[in-house]
């Protein structure tokens, strides 16, 4: 079975300043897909980026970029020019990419706030 | 809109006091899942569907139905509710993962359930 391992309970940034929030996981898969989560305060889940993993190129949306390291299974997400509506939990994810019981993983989270 | 639609949004019963969460999607997904949330824990998955008449247990399936009649509709059943299902939970829809599988899931709004 898949795990997905996010070691920060908690970040804290300032405003406009860029910060990195880390995700592990284990799998025995070569393929397979990641991805990052947003949930503010109104519980919404937004998906914010996701990774192929048979791609190279790390993926990137706007301010939101990933650190893809597939040898040790880390996959970070980076958020450049901090924003206040940036503050959230955020999701680390994990989805197979054939067959079998076809959901995700998740990790426990990670609460980011954004100091004014 | 391709959305997700859930209900109720907040929920307070009484201990043993049978109830349904319904979810329904408009996007033709063969996939559909139930998930809670609690804090520290993340997302855990509690019974999922990859179609009609399919359904299958996650990673918390204890004291908890589902049923998959129509394709578009997936309720979650607690037939005798304890104060320890008292938590976040999420519906969440997506194409089954060779038609596009790396496109995640659609998340419903969330309910808030309180057992008490």
């Known amino acids: 079975a898949q795990t997905v391992t996010q070691s920060q309970p908690e970040m804290s940034v300032q405003e406009a300043e860029t910060v990195t929030l880390s995700c592990t996981y284990d799998t025995s898969e070569s393929d397979y897909y990641l991805f990052w989560y947003k949930q503010p305060p109104s519980r919404q889940m937004i998906l914010v980026i996701r990774q192929e993993a048979y791609k190279q190129q790390n993926a990137t949306e706007n301010r939101f970029s990933v650190n893809f390291q597939k040898a040790a299974k880390s996959f970070s997400l980076k958020i450049s020019d901090s924003q206040l509506g940036d503050a959230a939990m955020y999701f680390c994810?994990?989805?197979?990419?054939?067959?079998?019981?076809?959901?995700?993983?998740f990790g426990k989270g990670t609460h980011l706030i954004i100091q004014p | 809109e391709a959305q997700v639609t859930q209900n109720p949004r907040y929920l307070i019963t009484v201990t043993g006091k049978k109830l349904t969460v319904t979810c329904s999607q408009n996007m033709n997904h063969e996939y559909m899942s139930w998930y809670r949330q609690d804090p520290g824990l993340g997302l855990r998955q509690i019974y999922y569907?990859?179609?009609?008449?399919?359904?299958d247990k996650g990673d918390v399936p204890e004291g908890y139905k589902v049923s998959r009649k129509e394709k578009r509709n997936f309720p979650l059943i607690l037939e005798s509710p304890s104060p320890n299902q008292t938590s976040l939970y999420f519906c969440?829809?997506?194409?089954?993962?060779?038609?596009?599988?790396?496109?995640?899931?659609?998340f419903g709004s969330g309910t808030r359930l309180t057992v008490v």
């Open positions: 969440a829809s997506s194409p089954l993962y060779y038609r596009d599988p790396g496109k995640g899931y659609t």
């Open positions: 569907s990859m179609n009609v008449e399919v359904t």
């Open positions: 994810a994990y989805r197979r990419m054939y067959g079998g019981a076809d959901g995700l993983t």
